[in-house]
């Protein structure tokens, strides 16, 4: 009878006891970002971006403790879906994040989505993803790829830009941007250059054949390096000055300190377009971006700035639940609602689970103490909606 | 299509084809003399851009940077051949692919661990810099033209050199018969180890005069490598004049390919189709020109001599 009593007593124990130990439980976030090849200065950014948010959070998440477990992609499909597999299989991350790329974000999304975890990316939007393969574990708090190239259409033709020249790369971010651009852009394409991706990284060719179209302007994207050995070639081909150039994704704080070093004054004044600047004035931006350069010494990109977002975005969701971040119900919920403070100011998550947010036109400029950086000119879209939204069918 | 653009566009094929040639000169002869595949070669195209960078920035001088940068990489050509390329010659070409491989890999990090994680950059020299008018309309920038010009003085160093020095003599007899070069007494050893010190030194100078219009980058020679393999299999294993021939002919194609390709599609196939395919297209020119070769002349187009 004793002995009953006590065992009921000690189950009971012990039932109570496992979900509070449960609950003690930290939470894992599994990160895919590039961390080696010569992209790793992105996943770098990416990666302090992340650190610093936790630690402005205080690595607490709906009361429980934070783990965050990179996985580095190495700039590569197959490696990124290798990475992410084993953050969901052996690591048992309980939602993964991250994806610069957004060839490696295609061919991990399924591993994440089919064992019925949240994945969200903090950089790559692909279109399937925006339209007809969206998915309701699936969310993007960047952008979806033909947005900012879209508000830079509706920049050209805002100047009155009558004909332009396209360089890109030939993946699927780089037909994304021609896309956008093209969607939006009311005056003559002369010529269209899609470059084989990664391997190209010498534009001879290809600016011989800008100089003798004579366009009113050239639009660019060329992400990570290549983007500073292409302002570097477009200068030395003499097109500094005599044509204007506009890109997206090309130039950003972590190839401007490069640029100023190697006195690429051809940079300064070229205009792009972007969800965020380092230069906004809410609390959240001011406080992420003066931390940001204390700690590290230069501006945070806007890939720092998505991946810092994120795992507010994710906290927001977790704060929700209470902690149960296994509630993928209540998660998605509450993702949905992106009742957070992002750095961008105010933004609203889409039907498709794409942002719906303002897009800014930049200029390269000189701060006040000297170094280069982005400045936001003028409000091009407010509360735009991507193009593939209606493509869901969610 | 008007004369300038052809122009301009034939220069930057003759450009393109000068650096290929630079790194197709080591790999042939290495290929060719000691009969070693040597992958790491782009390494020492990489190790070249990053050492020029560094000495460009001590100095503050271009022309002192690749005047240190060139010996500098001859030494770890050298010292790699020493250390551990020597026990490889007389294994198979599968041995000799994993080992150099293996030091591809090792040069790759080696890099990222001495040098910043994403590169090095120079600014460009205020006398090479803008473009210059060579009359008829068509203006090139100086610093292309540059490389032209030292291009073509290395490839006729290198004629010379093979023709009507010793070490050439041996250089071509080591090409044509090994054993009967080692069998009247040439020590093959210390010719083996001029030679690829000359061929690193080679891919170290290509590696400099690109630096500054591309970054040096951690996984640079690889892209680039494979090119020049090609361009040695179009000319034929061994033979310089092969390579440089071959070279230009791979450059002129590659840059013509990517100008005229998708205007050239246009006319035949919708603007969707044309778009997609000339990319794909102009990047696989190359391969084909090689693959024909192949087929027709399976030596390649001048090959040495054998006896």
Redesign the interface.
Known sequence: MKLRNFMGIASAMALTAIPASAMAEPIKIGFVTTLTTGAAVIGKDQQNAVNLAIEHMGAKMGGRDVKIIFGDDEFNPQKGKQKTEKLVKRDKVDIVAGYIWSHVLMASAKTVLDSGKILISANAGPSPLAGKRCNKNFFNISWQNDQTPMALGEVLNQRRVESIYVLAPNYAAGKNMVAGVERTFKGKVLGKDMTKWPTQIDWAAEFTKVKAAHPDAVFTFYPGKHGGAFIKQYQQAGLTGRIPLYSVYTIDSIGLPKMQKAKLKGVLGTYMTQMWAPDMKNAQNKRFVADFKKKHGTYPSFYAAQAYDSMFFIKSAVDAVGGKIADTDGMRAALEKADFASVRGAMSMGKNHFPVQNFYLRKVVTDSEGNWTTAIQDTVYTNHVDPYAKDCKM | M?F??LA??AL??V??GILLFLLAAGLTLVFGIMDFVNLAHGSFYMLGAFLFATFYTWTGSFMLGILFGIPATLVVGVVAEITCLRTLYARNHLDQVLATFGLILFFNQLV?VIWP???L????PEFL???VNLGLGI?Y?V??LMIIISGLAVAFGMFFLVTRTRLGMLIRAGASNRTMAGALGVDINLLFTCVFGLGAALAGLAGML?M????A????GE?ILILAFVVIVIGGIGSIRGAFIAAIIAGIID?LG??FL?VFLLLLLPENAA?AA???LS?MLIYILMAGVLFFRPQGLFPPQQR
């Not at chain 2, 950059?121 to 460009?124: E, F």
């Not at chain 2, 500054?212 to 970054?215: A, E």
């Not at chain 2, 980058?217 to 640079?220: A, C, E, L």
Request: no cysteine.
């Open positions: 008007d300038v653009l301009e566009q930057n094929g450009q393109l990222q994680l994403d590169g950059s120079v600014p460009m810099d803008g473009s203006e920038p610093y292309r690109v500054p219009i591309i970054q980058t951690s996984g640079m892209q840059t990517r100008s998708d778009e000339g990319p794909a990047s």
